[in-house]
């Protein structure tokens, strides 16, 4: 007699874990590659043009002057906050990615530069809701007065964010570096990129009036390995070793 087993949820086998974790080597690197392609277009609006915009019209100790400009140019001020926000969107997903792509390098530093990351993303949107906050305290009866530090708070926490970026992409840089499967020169480039925003949140939070100016001729790194993830990404693996 042929006896049936039935696998009750105690005795049946484990399923495998879903998620970014399991994501074999070329599913996450054109991951990856995707997400940092779109922050590519989208980023080189909302990290340059809209915070340029949006520090054009926060002007420091003169709330009524802030109220005004922000009054004349709504457009402009909603537009860097949405970007914002699907930048940061877009960081968690490449982070994940990243993980899953060097986790077989380091799983302890891959895992600390996603975190990082993820941290840098979480602190990007709460600076975006002081931008937030701040625009309702503008509202009708305005309080330009009550408004004019929560604004100002975007750049503080901004260039907190910024240094966890930075040393995200050197950790990134290390393992890329170490990786075996990418050229060492993309790791140098990397821990470069990343070395220029460390340098420059650094000299923002301590320099009055400074100018964040490394990153911009430091970006190479950042460039390149959004070419090697959607190119060379798609020769890795299928499947997970």
Not at 21 to 37: C, Y
Not at 75 to 81: E, H, I, Q, R, Y
Not at 170 to 195: D, N, P, Q, W
């Amino acid at each position: 007699m042929n006896e049936t087993t039935i696998n009750s949820p105690a005795t049946a086998a484990p399923r495998r874990p879903g998620g970014f974790t399991v994501w074999p080597p070329r599913t996450a690197a054109l991951v990856a590659g995707v997400g940092l392609a779109i922050m590519a277009v989208l980023g080189g609006f909302a990290s340059f043009a809209s915070f340029a915009a949006i520090l054009s019209l926060i002007v420091p100790g003169d709330a009524g002057l802030t109220a005004d400009r922000i009054a004349a140019a709504p457009a402009l001020f909603w537009a860097g906050v949405v970007s914002f926000v699907i930048v940061a969107m877009l960081d968690v997903l490449v982070a994940g990615a990243l993980y899953a792509l060097f986790k077989p390098v380091s799983p302890r530093l891959s895992a600390l530069a996603g975190w990082l990351r993820t941290v840098y993303a979480v602190l990007l949107l709460v600076a975006v809701g002081q931008l937030v906050n701040g625009f309702a305290l503008l509202g009708d009866p305005g309080d330009p007065g009550a408004a004019q530090p929560v604004l100002e708070s975007f750049t503080t926490i901004w260039v907190l964010s910024l240094g966890l970026f930075g040393a995200s992409l050197i950790l990134v840089g290390y393992l890329a570096f170490r990786s075996g499967f990418m050229a060492r020169v993309f790791g140098i480039l990397l821990a470069l990129a990343g070395a220029g925003y460390l340098a420059d949140a650094i000299g923002m939070a301590t320099i009055p009036g400074f100018t964040a100016v490394f990153a911009q001729f430091l970006f190479v790194g950042e460039v390149t390995l959004i070419f090697w993830l959607l190119i060379q990404g798609r020769r890795l693996p299928r499947a997970r070793a």
